[in-house]
Structures are given as structure tokens and as C-alpha cells.
């Protein structure tokens, strides 16, 4: 039997108080409902149906391709969710169907692959996850037999005091038979106090039917709503460290797991040094013996085998083996750094390229430049690339001195092996091999101190 | 009854190893004892009594104007500090009285509130607060009877071992009725071992009396005395953790509430941004959809709406609605960006105004500057506001295009739509919509690089 | 009785994923095995011998020159190891042995010291170390008999229902008789699934003899193995909060205990305030009311009294008295800031020393400089100090004022009293009183911002 998913997404979250739709908040960089999609992937499911309802079209723009969306236009209820993604699936009666939660951003594979297997001859109708909590205060209660088969979930409000004292709470995950469901689905009612279709009469339903379901528990940290900024930050910290744990366990030595900030999108090479305060936003990739930290933060950046970057903001760029960046650099973006070069202290650099062993050390800018190979740029040098209208381009060639406070008024070259005199403003091209320098004679005023020192006497007599 | 307040603050905190009083020790930007005054502010008291002793003269110095201080000059125990306090206060006959202590920064008003409360009929004379803690060593032991009167409080060095397995602490922290109260105090002797007075023995002689004590029951935290530094530094994580968690309950977004550090007078709008690092110290408040962070710190300065401010430093100044500022930027006083400017990487501003969309991008420092609307400062351009004896201010018209490692030697203007060329000093004005330049011709010295290289290898050979 | 350690290192820690020897992975900037022998030498062992064996010279190349170690070629069982061990220690047959294991960084003399206590003549043999945890899967038991004796170990493969019931477990860590150790070790055998000799034999044998162990229990982070990264951050968060807590129990302010890594070689007098973000790291010195931090990383560096750093990076360099750097400064190495100086923003020096009082205030470089006192360095003034072959010296005297973007084209002297107008090159040495400029006349260009405003409405017409 093929797997379909069914993912409610329609809820508002008005608890987040964010004009964002729920389960768009992001769980270490991945969205809720994306971190959803992944569980359902690891087991398999061929379709996957997000059912959405607030904020619509923000969460439909957000899916993958391959997801698809329905829309429950009217909050009627769970029941009614999943008989709208139904009818979206088509016939489901040869498969299986997953109904997950959209903000349950902790769930695993695993804990559905259990799930799944639960769901077997003796369950043949339904399996549902549940969590034991100290405190199950306004959860539905999972009401199990003495065979301890589940024959119902009573909610909070229509508990009797020996089901509100049960701390089995149902997560609202379910999987189905698909042709059992959708029999149950056509007989459910709204004839309750708010008027709603209940999911979670068709478990009722079945145990009616002499089907009882499975109940699989699990860590409550995988079945957690989140429904609160609280939640939220709660939910990307346990998230956190699971990747942390999951990149030592290769071998990535982190200085703290809890204080560093790791996308689900980075990858990072055993052997690599993480320092505390690194965030790794977007697409990152770290290679082995990296040393990256204190307090860097990279996004969609590459870093190659034994690069050491420290307190730096690196952006959509590429860090080569070897190479050494800051302490205090920017790469703002568009920037390639090749084997061995270097972006020291105070320098920003943008859609520029290092040669390899080139160095651009302390209080520099480089922007829309190219240096090439064992080229030294002197502290304080600045390509001027903007003339008020539009931006041009730097060329540095190989081996090239650019001499302190050299100021490269693009569009302008440098040729190979050529220098230039600190403190010069260069406007032409120059030729390789060349030293070009511009600059005035040094005059002196002998006594000038003297004129100094009188005006702070008057000072400090006034 | 009109409500006042006793606060017990003559402690020197020996433990805390410092110089600084006790209860002037910080939480989250804010003295213990100035929460406490919070506190009691919050349940309406009507004149507040803070008790000093060691550093006396520091302590009231730090107090608000409308809360009053007496002094203890000698220890001679908790009884005899309120005796003065009372002294102090007048005739209480007709009030309630609250003794607090000044080391317990995180007692809320709610506790009071619930402590006021139960100071009724049955309890006329007195209520304590108590808290059920693990580990009670050290602690008096609240005695109640069979009802659950409170009868007795006993030191734990005097407590039987029946009184050492009572896990409910005092806390020291009492609503009396003030007619009582006097009668109580009058009536104390200081004869003990110590010598000393204890406020304790006026609940002994209530119980004697027939009056016994309602004992509220609160978390510990509430009431949890800070001597040491490791309890000052706990007190703060779990304040800031409070005060995150309060602005997460509006609304705002925050990465990390243990990794953020944000004082009590601080204000952020729903739909803010704060990323960990962030230090927000003094009066400081950030708009709706500001992004801040990380590592920012911020020190009485507000932030526009939709601003983003990420590595930065800022104090004493103004963000603009839209203002971008940072990585690594210093705005060090008095300035005020407007709505759209921005500050952006190795920029220092000092005393400095930006107008709406004026830009400083990079590695320059403006100090007693004015820079008009969609005016553009070059990389490394600087103002020498500094003679070497007076600050002078420089000024910048609108749409002003300031040339790379441009110097502005103050007093000096440039006037709308000038321009400076990139690399000049710049010592007298600019009249508007001129090119100023300062530099000379750019010389070419071919084959330069030849000597270097045989230096090189003079040196290699050597 | 002489007390002599043997410490057990040959393990290669594969769980570890490194290609760094296990003991040899650092624990707030010291190896694991460097804990242990600190621990050995807190209660005396006169002898520390060091079995290695997987990395086995990196292993001995790590220790203290008083340390000796010896070589387990081939892994034949803890036995084995003690075996080898005891042959390069000699006679031990008057001496007291402690079996310490290399990858147990946290514990702490205490502990052993209470082992030691324990070794008394009810137990002439031998002690060993004991911990009750919750999940004992893995550990070896520890089994003793109705009196509370240890009469012996058994592994956790090898236990039976009721012995894999017990909880307590055994550390590894043991205090034997020299002369009774040397007896049992000559009688174990390697008849075993695994043929190896097994330590725990001994024990065993212990009991066999009617020499029943003292189990002494502690807590498990004493004895806790490092076997995995996560286990290496574990007890770095362990030991890092142990340090911070005992600079509190002294008088330091530490904002966050969990937020600051100290190293063990670093101490910081009373009345320090350490912020948030703060890594010492190798041997560093903080003096009383200096106050270090948000987010300073410090490696073997001193800080005066009353010095304030905050975001910036010190390496191998002294901070005087209350001087002030950052935010945003590098002190790359070797730099030298005496009493009352100041390197504060965009600030990089190297090899260079301030005078007294002496400022660098923002956007400077200075390398290989000595700067006299009370003089001020303009901002963006930089020491041209490489010529592209060499390094070169700058010397400037005291009261200079430098002015801003002055370059200090090196090797140059600028005298006492002296000064360089803003934006010059300074190439000749400057006298003492004179004003250096080197700057051409400033020329206007009147009407030039029409064309730069045709140019941007013709980009604009594109």
C-alpha cells in the first residue's frame, strides 16, 4: 500500500500574534510544515497533501513543488480538513494515509516509521501517536481498553475526573486505512456544541466497529504543537542541538551545542571546529579541520578545508582551502577567496576575487575587483568603485604591491608585479611591472607645536 | 488600610565579595532593591520605608525621590530595623504594614497581592509568605498547626529534628496589621544569645496571643535572597528569561531567550526581530519589524520600525524607521539617523546627523557632522573634527557625493549636489554642485618592480 | 606510604571520530589527562606514570617533564596496561597506587581524596570509586556483599538480571597496596572470550583472599569518561560553570556563567566584571574592577586594573590600567598599552606599544610602532611598515598629533611635539615641534554635479 500524507495547515496560530501564517515560522531555518514534509518523506509517502486554510496562499507559495495544497475555507473542523484533502488525494482505498499537524516542526521519520509499523493485523483500521506529559492540561486523552487498545480520545473540556487524571495525550497523528477513513469520514456529523466535523470521532467510530486502533507513544518533543513565540523558541532550541548531536556524533567538534546556530541546510565535514556564536544560515558547507568561530555568521557560504574564520559576516560567498579570514571582516557577497588568500581585519570585501595567497590584511575595501595570485593590498587601499552613477570595475594582476591608502578610482587596472606609492589616488591604468605614485612634496613648518601649544594654554585660561 | 512598606536593606552581603552594597547590585539593569520598591508599588503601597545600613549613604542615594530611608546605625537584628523603619514612618496604627527584603529582585506583586489577601478576619494580625524548597538548611521552618495556622517560626540552628524535616521556609517577607505590629515591636527583648532583636518573635507572640499567622505559600524563586554572586548571577537569568518570555507573549521573536540580555525599561514592539547577542541596556525601544541582532549592543537608544542592526554597537542615539546599520558599526553619541540612511560596515558616528537616505558604507568616521538628504559618503572618507585642541563640526548638504578617503578638515560645508574627489583633503568649503579636488599628477615609474624583486632575493640569500 | 598514579591514555577513542588521541582533546583549554595528573598531584603522587598507547607519542610529547610514561603496544586489557605500568614505576611494594583513567577530566582531587581516606586498615587492599546513576547500561557493577563491602565487579555483558539491576557503577579509578597489587597482577590470566587481562580480576581476587574494597561513592560527573564530542561539550559546559563559580565564590561578576569560557590557566581578581561572550583562552590575567567583554576573546594576554574591553580580539599583549579598547579593536600580538591609553575603534595593532595616555582613537593601523605618551593618532592614520621585502619601524614621540590618514611610510621618526596634517604621506622623519604636510592645493570645479546629474538621468532614460 503507497503512503499519502495529509498535513493540516489551516490554523492561524493567533497565539504567535504574527502576521505570519503558523506553520510558516521557521524551526532552524526550515519552516514548520517544510519540517513536517521531511518526516513524511523518510517514510515514503508518494503524496503529500497540505491542507491550508489562513494565510493560504503565503503557505501554498512556501511548498515544494512536489507538495501539493488544498483549501479548507471554513475552519469546520479537523473532519472536515482531512475529507477536503481526501477528495484533493482522489480514491485512497488501496493506501495508507498519514494525517500529521503542520506545526509539529520535531517530528521524525522515525517516530511515523513506528507509527507505520503499528498499523498492522491486528490494527488493520488506524494506529495513532500519543505522549505521556506531567501536565496534560487542555490535550485530548487517549482511553484505552484493558488490552490496552485505544477506544477513544475524550477532550480536555468533556473529560470525567478519571480520564482528566489519565497523562496519555493524543498528538493528532494518525495513519489510516485509507478506505476505512474515508467510510468513517462519510458518516461523521457536526451535531456537537461548536458545530465542527471531529477527526477524532472517527477513532470512536472504529472502536464502534470493533477496530480498535494502535496507540504508539513517544516523546512528547515530537508530537509539541507549537503555539507560541514561546513554543517557538522552545522548538528551535531542542532542534538546535539535535543537530548539533548529529554533527558530533560524525566527528565536528562544537564548543557548545547550545550556543551555535545551525541551519538544517549546512553540512559540515568531521573534523571541522565550530566556536560559539556561529550562525550557518541557508545553504553552508564546512570542510574538514574549518575552524569557524567565535561569532561568525554565514549564509549560503562555502568554506573550504582548513579555512579559520573568526567574528566575521560572510554572504553568499566561496572561502577556499586554507584561507584565513578576519578577525572583523564582511563578505558581503559575491566574493571568492582562493587556496591560501586572505581577508584580514577591517576589510570588506563584494563581488570580488582573491587570488590565491593574495592578502588583503586590515581597513580595506574591494568591491567588483579582481586580485590575482600573491598580490599584498595595503591597509586602508579602497576601490573606488561608484562615480556617483554607476560601478566599474578594479584588475589587479598577479604579484601586485598596492601600496597603504592606495586609492583605485575604477575602472582602472594594475598590471602584474606592479606597485603602488601609499597615500596615491590612481586613475590610469598602470603598466605591469610599473610603481605609480601620486603625491606631493613634504614640507615642514618648523615651530608649529609652539602655535599649538599657545592656542590650549588660551584654552584652558578662557 | 493604606498600605506601606518596610524594606529591610541595611545588609552589607558579605558573601557577594564586593564593594557595592548589596541590594544595588543589578538584575537585568535594575537594583535588587529597586525591583522590590516595584513591587510594592504594584499592590498600591502609599509611602515606602527602605531600611539602610552598610553603605547607607549609597543606597538612598540610588532610591527614587517619593521612597524614604532610615538609617540603622548598629545591627541589632530584623526587629530592631523595623522598630526604626516604623519610627520613621509614624503612626501606622491604621495601616497595613509590608516588611520586605531588599535582596529578593524577583518577588512580583502578584505575590504580595495573594499575601495582602490572606491578611483577613481570621489572620487580623499577620500573613507571611512561605516557599517549599528541596534543601532547606539553613533556613527558619514555618511551624503551623493542625489547622494550618501558622504558629511559629524557628531558626534552623534552634530546630528540633521534627523542625528540621519541615521543608516550608520563611521568607521574611510579612503583611501586618500595623496597630499589632507596634504593640508587637514594643514589647520585643533582645534576650538571646545574640543579642539581638528578631522580628520573628512578634509572630511567636501573636501565636501567643491567639492570633495566628496565615502562611501563603509561593514559589520559591518569588523569594529566593540573593547573597552571593552566583545567586545574582541565577536571579538574572531567570529576570531575563521573564522579561523575554513577557515580550514573546506580545508578539515579539526572539532567537534564544537565555542568549539575549534585556533591561527592565526596555520596550520592543510585536512583530520585533532579536537575534542572541543582543544587549539591551538602560531605556531602549525597538518598532515593529525592527530585525536587531546579533551580537548588538544597545544603551538607551531606540530603533525605527522595520530597521535592521545586526554587530553593532549603539548608544545615546536615534535609528530611523528602515535604517540599516552594521555589521560592525560603532554609533557612539548623539546620533540620529533618519528614516531610510544607513551605517553601514567599519563606520563610527559620533554626534552626527544622517538625513533620510543619506549612506556611510564603509570605514569612515563622521564626528560633528550634519550630511543632508540621499547624500553618499565615500569608503574611508573621514572628518577631522579635531584640531588638537577644539572639536569643530563639519557640514553636509543634500546629495552630496563625498569621494573615497576624503578628509573634511573642520569647520568646514559642502555645499547640495557637491562632489569631493576620491583621495583629496578637503580644508575649505565646497560651494554646491562643484567638484572639489586636492591631488596631484599621477607619475609612472616603469621597472620599478625589478628592484624590489633583487631586493627579495637578497634577502633570501642572505 | 608514597602515593604514585597511574593514569591509563592508551585508548584511541574511536567514538570520538578524531584523529586527535582521546586524552589529548581539551576541557576549558587543557587536556583531558592534563585534569588527571592535576588531580593526582592534589593529593601528592610523587610518581605519575602515564600509560600510552594509541598516539602514543603525541600522547607523551603532551606531558609535564616531571610525567612520565610508558607504552601498551599491543591493547591487552586494563590488567595489562597497570602491568606495564607498574614494571616502569619499579618496586611499588611500599607505596600506595591510584589507577586513574586519562579521559575523565572532571574529577577533582576531593574525590581521590576520599578514595585515599577510605584506603585504611579495614580495606589493606584496595578502594575503588563508585556512582549510582539512573541508566547503568554499559557499566560495569559494582557487587558487595550485606556489610557494604566490595567483594567484587562485574561487567555489564556478563551480569545477571539482578546484578544488571544495580545502579551503582564503577568509575575504573582504584587506590591499591602496592605490594598486594603486584601479587594479583602476577597471578591474572587472560582466560577469557576476549583474552585479555582484566583489572577487575584483581578485585576479585581481593575478595577471594578475604580482602574485601572500600567502595567509595561520589558523584558521576567525577567520574565520568569522555567517549564521544557530545560527551567532550558535556564536560566543557561542566567545567566551564565549575570555573566560573569558584571566580564568583572569590568576588568576580560574571554576567552568565554558561555564556563566558575560562580557561583553567586564567585568574581574575575580585571586582572584575566579566560579560557575556568572553573567551580567555591559554594563561590570562585579569586585574580588580576591570571589566571585560560583551564578546572579547583573549588569548595569553593581561588586563590592569580598571581596563574596560569590550568586542575585540587581544592576543599575546598587555592592557595597562585603566585603558580602554574597542569596541571593535585587534590587538593582533605583541602590543603594549600602558596606564590611561586608548586603542578604540577599527583599531589594529601589532608589535606596537602606547604610551601613556596615549590614543588611537578609530580606523587605524599601527604595526611595529612605538607611540609616546599623551600623543593622538588621527583617525585612519596607518605605519606603512612593509616595503613589500621587509618590515620597518615607526617611532613617534610624545604629544604628537597625527593627523588623520596620515601614512607613516616606515622606517620614520616623528619627534615630540610634532604633527602631520590630515590625509599626508609622511616619507622623511619629522622634527620635534614641526608640522609635516604633504598635500597639494584644492582645486574647484564649478557646475560639475550637472554632469554627473545628465549622466544619472541618461542611465535612468536606458
Same mark, same amino acid.
Given at each position: 500500500?503507497?503512503?499519502?500524507?495529509? &498535513?493540516?495547515?489551516?490554523?492561524?496560530?493567533?497565539?504567535?500574534?504574527?502576521?505570519?501564517?503558523?506553520?510558516?515560522?521557521?524551526?532552524?531555518?526550515?519552516?514548520?510544515?517544510?519540517?513536517? @514534509?521531511?518526516?513524511?518523506?523518510?517514510?515514503?509517502?508518494?503524496?503529500?497533501?497540505?491542507?491550508?486554510?489562513?494565510?493560504?496562499?503565503?503557505?501554498?507559495?512556501?511548498? %515544494?513543488?512536489?507538495?501539493?495544497?488544498?483549501?479548507?475555507?471554513?475552519?469546520?473542523?479537523?473532519?472536515?480538513?482531512?475529507?477536503?484533502?481526501?477528495?484533493?488525494?482522489?480514491?485512497?482505498?488501496?493506501?495508507?494515509?498519514?494525517?500529521?499537524?503542520?506545526?509539529? %516542526?520535531?517530528?521524525?521519520?522515525?517516530?511515523?516509521?513506528?507509527?507505520?509499523?503499528?498499523?498492522?493485523?491486528?490494527?488493520?483500521?488506524?494506529?495513532?501517536?500519543?505522549?505521556?506529559?506531567?501536565?496534560?492540561?487542555?490535550?485530548?486523552?487517549?482511553?484505552?481498553?484493558?488490552?490496552?487498545?485505544?477506544?477513544?480520545?475524550?477532550?480536555?473540556?468533556?473529560?470525567?475526573?478519571?480520564?482528566?487524571?489519565?497523562?496519555?495525550?493524543?498528538?493528532?497523528?494518525?495513519?489510516?486505512?485509507?478506505?476505512?477513513?474515508?467510510?468513517?469520514?462519510?458518516?461523521?456529523?457536526?451535531? *456537537?456544541?461548536?458545530?465542527?466535523?471531529?477527526?477524532?470521532?472517527?477513532?470512536?467510530?472504529?472502536?464502534?466497529?470493533?477496530?480498535?486502533?494502535?496507540?504508539?507513544?513517544?516523546?512528547?518533543?515530537?508530537?509539541?504543537?507549537? *503555539?507560541?513565540?514561546?513554543?517557538?523558541?522552545?522548538?528551535?532550541?531542542?532542534?538546535?542541538?539535535?543537530?548539533?548531536?548529529?554533527?558530533?556524533?560524525?566527528?565536528?567538534?562544537?564548543?557548545?551545542?547550545?550556543?551555535?546556530?545551525?541551519?538544517?541546510?549546512?553540512?559540515?565535514?568531521?573534523?571541522?571546529?565550530?566556536?560559539?556564536?556561529?550562525?550557518?544560515?541557508?545553504?553552508?558547507?564546512?570542510?574538514?579541520?574549518?575552524?569557524?568561530?567565535?561569532?561568525?555568521?554565514?549564509?549560503?557560504?562555502?568554506?573550504?578545508?582548513?579555512?579559520?574564520?573568526?567574528?566575521?559576516?560572510?554572504?553568499?560567498?566561496?572561502?577556499?582551502?586554507?584561507?584565513?579570514?578576519?578577525?572583523?571582516?564582511?563578505?558581503?557577497?559575491?566574493?571568492?577567496?582562493?587556496?591560501?588568500?586572505?581577508?584580514?581585519?577591517?576589510?570588506?570585501?563584494? *563581488?570580488?576575487?582573491?587570488?590565491?595567497?593574495?592578502?588583503?590584511?586590515?581597513?580595506?575595501?574591494?568591491?567588483?575587483?579582481?586580485?590575482?595570485?600573491?598580490?599584498? @593590498?595595503? $591597509?586602508?587601499? &579602497?576601490?573606488?568603485?561608484?562615480?556617483?552613477?554607476?560601478?566599474?570595475?578594479?584588475?589587479?594582476?598577479?604579484?601586485?604591491?598596492?601600496?597603504?591608502?592606495?586609492?583605485?578610482?575604477?575602472?582602472?587596472?594594475?598590471?602584474?608585479?606592479?606597485?603602488?606609492?601609499?597615500?596615491?589616488?590612481?586613475?590610469?591604468?598602470?603598466? $605591469?611591472?610599473?610603481?605609480?605614485?601620486?603625491?606631493?612634496?613634504?614640507?615642514?613648518?618648523?615651530?608649529?607645536?609652539?602655535?599649538?601649544?599657545?592656542?590650549?594654554?588660551?584654552?584652558?585660561?578662557?
Amino acid at each position: 500500500m503507497a503512503v499519502k500524507a495529509v &498535513i493540516m495547515a489551516a490554523g492561524q496560530g493567533t497565539r504567535m500574534k504574527s502576521d505570519l501564517p503558523k506553520v510558516l515560522h521557521q524551526v532552524a531555518g526550515r519552516s514548520m510544515v517544510g519540517w513536517v @514534509i521531511a518526516a513524511a518523506r523518510e517514510v515514503g509517502a508518494t503524496r503529500i497533501m497540505v491542507v491550508v486554510g489562513h494565510g493560504a496562499d503565503a503557505v501554498a507559495a512556501d511548498l %515544494p513543488d512536489d507538495v501539493d495544497s488544498c483549501l479548507q475555507a471554513e475552519q469546520l473542523g479537523t473532519g472536515h480538513a482531512v475529507q477536503i484533502a481526501i477528495e484533493a488525494l482522489g480514491d485512497v482505498s488501496s493506501d495508507t494515509v498519514l494525517v500529521l499537524s503542520g506545526d509539529t %516542526p520535531l517530528l521524525e521519520g522515525s517516530s511515523l516509521k513506528s507509527l507505520l509499523a503499528a498499523f498492522d493485523h491486528d490494527h488493520p483500521a488506524a494506529a495513532l501517536l500519543a505522549a505521556n506529559i506531567d501536565d496534560p492540561t487542555g490535550y485530548g486523552r487517549v482511553l484505552r481498553d484493558g488490552a490496552g487498545q485505544v477506544i477513544g480520545i475524550v477532550e480536555h473540556k468533556d473529560a470525567t475526573d478519571v480520564q482528566l487524571a489519565v497523562t496519555e495525550i493524543n498528538a493528532g497523528i494518525y495513519a489510516f486505512d485509507g478506505k476505512q477513513l474515508t467510510l468513517a469520514l462519510n458518516d461523521l456529523t457536526n451535531d *456537537n456544541a461548536q458545530g465542527e466535523y471531529y477527526l477524532t470521532d472517527v477513532v470512536a467510530s472504529f472502536a464502534g466497529q470493533g477496530l480498535p486502533m494502535a496507540g504508539i507513544r513517544t516523546d512528547f518533543d515530537q508530537v509539541a504543537g507549537v *503555539n507560541s513565540q514561546a513554543h517557538l523558541a522552545d522548538a528551535n532550541q531542542v532542534m538546535r542541538r539535535r543537530i548539533a548531536l548529529g554533527l558530533m556524533e560524525t566527528g565536528v567538534w562544537i564548543q557548545d551545542p547550545d550556543q551555535v546556530f545551525i541551519s538544517a541546510e549546512t553540512s559540515i565535514e568531521p573534523g571541522a571546529h565550530i566556536f560559539a556564536g556561529v550562525h550557518f544560515v541557508g545553504r553552508c558547507a564546512v570542510g574538514a579541520d574549518a575552524q569557524i568561530g567565535p561569532d561568525v555568521f554565514a549564509d549560503d557560504s562555502r568554506f573550504g578545508q582548513a579555512s579559520m574564520v573568526s567574528y566575521s559576516v560572510v554572504r553568499n560567498s566561496v572561502v577556499g582551502e586554507q584561507v584565513s579570514v578576519g578577525p572583523y571582516a564582511s563578505l558581503r557577497s559575491g566574493v571568492v577567496l582562493e587556496a591560501g588568500s586572505r581577508a584580514g581585519t577591517f576589510v570588506e570585501l563584494k *563581488n570580488t576575487r582573491l587570488g590565491e595567497r593574495a592578502t588583503v590584511a586590515h581597513l580595506s575595501y574591494m568591491g567588483d575587483a579582481t586580485v590575482g595570485a600573491d598580490s599584498n @593590498i595595503g $591597509a586602508g587601499a &579602497i576601490t573606488c568603485n561608484y562615480d556617483g552613477v554607476e560601478k566599474h570595475a578594479t584588475e589587479i594582476g598577479a604579484r601586485v604591491l598596492i601600496g597603504s591608502d592606495t586609492m583605485l578610482v575604477a575602472p582602472v587596472s594594475v598590471g602584474d608585479d606592479a606597485m603602488t606609492g601609499a597615500g596615491s589616488t590612481i586613475t590610469r591604468n598602470v603598466a $605591469a611591472g610599473s610603481l605609480a605614485v601620486e603625491r606631493s612634496a613634504q614640507r615642514e613648518i618648523a615651530g608649529y607645536a609652539d602655535r599649538i601649544g599657545k592656542r590650549r594654554r588660551e584654552k584652558e585660561e578662557r
